[in-house]
């Protein structure tokens, strides 16, 4: 039993529908296992530059520091394309203000789910693998980083410059992971090109020495970036830099049915896996998808992205396994069933809305 700060802050388009989905699960899980969740909701994105002019408050930031946690719908649309600070300026200032460096992503294609992808079935069955990125160092930050023109034109360079305390945390946060699941890590970087790539290397083989009972694996992005099409069930936990990890991660994101489906966490230490809220971590939860105007409001919303996330959430920063199962099993039981958002049923198929999906997840959890 214990007590929890949560700060939602669900954005814009179909951010507040999902994040009220998360939150009647959350609300469910409280109820059957005796613990007490308490929200603060604020703007942030687009509903933040209409009623305050920026999209990311001084004061959110500050009560996001106070929190335990952290779940996040989604920003931007087309309403604030034109707008000075754009919407999204909100991700990047969180993670920054709250020192997220690990992003963790998961891409696992649930059981009677495989037709939805566009990779063969035989390939992406059991496919279950997590992604950790790399998130505030760096290509994206490294300096120098700038643009000049010289007498051969135009010129422009960007670094990737990463330290070994930088390396040294994210590779750990991947074998602590690995340790509950089928414990291998795949630690992808250029090697055969890179000096940052040969340090990086160095460090996991150097941290591999801490985890006997984990196998760690090398490969090169560019070989990487086959296998995940072709042998993606191989893959267990999956470490890389924030570029790398930029792409890979998206490129194994279609391995799986629907961009509503996908979870994501950011944390800014080690999982606090197993220590039933005893250690609390902070984290930033959001599902992958952005805020679907064009279906904002007409109750087709997938809220499966977001209600993982929250499941992440319990496992990651308040280390509630049991807690988290009860939501994965409950929203693997209602796709087991046959229940469809409008995004992943087949054409012949008929849908649920985002509140019926809701209430069937939220009917599992009770009832596990
Ligand atoms: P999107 O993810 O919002 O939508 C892409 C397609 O997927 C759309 O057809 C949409 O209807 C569908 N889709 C997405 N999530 C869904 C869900 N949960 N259920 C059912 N269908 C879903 O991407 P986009 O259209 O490129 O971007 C729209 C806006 O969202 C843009 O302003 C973009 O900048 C923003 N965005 C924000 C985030 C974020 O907040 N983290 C991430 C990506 C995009």
Same mark, same amino acid.
């Given at each position: ?167 040294? @945390?994210?590779? %750990?946060?991947?074998? $602590?992971?690995?340790? *509950? ?8 970087? &250029? /090697? !055969? ?85 005893? @250690?609390?971590? %902070?984290?930033?939860? $959001?599902?992958?998808? *952005? ?8 109750? &087709? /919303? !997938? ?66």
């Amino acid at each position: 039993m214990g007590e929890f700060n949560i700060l939602l802050l669900p954005g814009d388009g179909i951010g507040p529908e999902v994040t009220e989905s998360a939150t009647q699960v959350l609300d469910s899980v409280a109820a059957k296992f005796g613990h007490s969740f308490h929200y603060e909701n604020d703007l942030v994105g687009g509903s933040a530059i209409d009623a305050y002019g920026v999209p990311l408050l001084e004061s959110t930031i500050n009560t996001a520091k106070k929190s335990d946690a952290v779940l996040f719908g989604s920003v931007g649309g087309p309403k604030w394309d034109d707008a000075e600070i754009r919407p999204e300026a909100a991700i990047i200032g969180l993670r920054k203000s709250l020192g997220l460096f690990a992003n963790i992503r998961p891409v696992r294609v649930a059981p009677g789910m495989e037709d939805a992808s566009p990779v063969k079935n035989d390939r992406v069955r059991n496919t279950d693998m997590i992604i950790i990125r790399e998130l505030t160092g760096g290509l994206y930050y490294g300096k120098p980083k700038r643009r000049w023109t010289n007498k051969a034109g135009r010129m422009a360079v960007d670094s990737m410059v990463y330290s070994e305390r930088e390396v040294d @945390r994210i590779i %750990r946060v991947a074998f $602590e992971l690995a340790r *509950g699941r089928k414990k291998k890590v795949t630690s992808v970087d &250029k /090697a !055969n090109v890179l000096q940052v790539g040969r340090m990086w290397r160095e460090i996991a083989n150097e941290i591999a020495l801490d985890y006997p009972d984990v196998e760690l694996e090398h490969q090169l992005a560019d070989s990487c970036a086959m296998l995940l099409v072709t042998k993606p069930s191989d893959f267990d936990v999956l470490v890389t830099s924030n570029m790398f990890g930029d792409i890979l991660s998206d490129e194994a994101a279609i391995l799986t049915a629907s961009l509503g489906m996908l979870p994501s966490a950011s944390l800014a230490g080690l999982p606090s896996i197993g220590s039933s809220g005893t @250690r609390k971590v %902070r984290g930033l939860y $959001e599902p992958i998808h *952005g805020t679907a105007p064009d279906i904002a409001g007409s109750g &087709k /919303a !997938n809220p499966i992205g977001e209600i993982v996330s929250a499941a992440f959430m319990l496992r990651y920063s308040f280390g509630m396994e049991l807690e988290a199962k009860a939501i994965e099993q409950s929203v693997e039981g209602v796709l087991a069933e046959g229940l469809r958002t409008a995004d992943i049923a087949g054409s012949n198929e008929s849908w649920v809305t985002t509140s019926e999906m809701t209430a069937a997840i939220v009917a599992g959890v009770k009832s596990i």
